[in-house]
């Protein structure tokens, strides 16, 4: 699939234009050869060297490091793709297409493992949220229970001043009615010292 993908691909990009570097039978090489051309490709392109290579290397070839132009496009007919002059130029460009290939899902895998570090950072962010959420609710809990202790004690203070106001002014009372009781017996006893003085005057005058 990926050898299809990037032979369509460069074949199709290519196929206005005349940047093939169509070399003479003499100088073309053999397209896919890994001894001749050290890349890293896929193993599916590493496939489709052994399956072109079998159509080069049979008994029927003349040499070993011939072209062999049937094979290839008896190889590209089987895929289903039109017939392209494969070169080593062309093969070059296949090159860099797989290497850019290789980048892409490299880079595909690099930013699915960090998106998976993103969604890990993300659930222990989200955990320490919630254990945060759960811990300041149950502070709010214990606010709001100290602050309810609270107003009823400051309520339980206000009843207590006031029975202390009223057993205050209950001991005024008490204070006042004593000294009216002082008072009227002092009255009593000054009319008494009147009247006792008023006798003595009249005892005593000859």
């Known amino acids: 699939e990926s050898y299809s993908f990037v032979v369509r691909h460069h074949y199709w990009?290519?196929?206005?234009?005349?940047s093939f570097d169509i070399a003479p039978d003499r100088s073309r090489r053999l397209l896919?050869?890994?001894?001749?051309?050290?890349?890293?490709?896929?193993?599916?392109?590493?496939?489709?060297?052994?399956?072109?290579?079998?159509g080069r290397y049979?008994?029927?070839?003349?040499?070993?490091?011939?072209?062999?132009q049937e094979a290839e496009e008896s190889y590209v007919r089987r895929s289903g793709l039109p017939v392209p002059d494969l070169t080593v130029n062309t093969y070059n460009k296949i090159c860099e297409a797989s290497t850019d290939l290789d980048w892409a899902l490299r880079h595909s895998l690099e930013m699915k493992k960090e998106n998976e570090c993103l969604?890990?950072?993300?659930?222990?962010?989200?955990?320490?949220l919630s254990a945060t959420d759960t811990k300041l609710n149950e502070a709010i809990g214990k606010l709001k229970k100290n602050e309810a202790l609270l107003r009823e004690r400051e309520r339980e203070r206000e009843r207590e001043r006031e029975r202390e106001r009223e057993r205050e002014r209950e001991r005024e009372r008490e204070r006042e009615r004593e000294l009216s009781i002082?008072?009227?017996?002092?009255?009593?006893?000054?009319?008494?010292?009147?009247?006792?003085?008023?006798?003595?005057?009249?005892?005593?005058k000859p």
Do not use: C, W
């Open 58 to 68: 049979g008994s029927n070839s003349r040499r070993r490091n011939d072209y062999s």
């Open 13 to 18: 990009a290519q196929s206005t234009s005349n």
């Open 119 to 128: 969604h890990d950072i993300e659930r222990s962010f989200n955990e320490k």
């Open 32 to 54: 896919f050869d890994p001894r001749r051309f050290k890349v890293n490709l896929p193993l599916s392109i590493k496939k489709a060297f052994r399956e072109v290579m079998r």
């Open 182 to 204: 002082l008072k009227r017996q002092y009255e009593i006893s000054s009319q008494e010292v009147e009247r006792l003085k008023t006798s003595y005057a009249k005892r005593s």
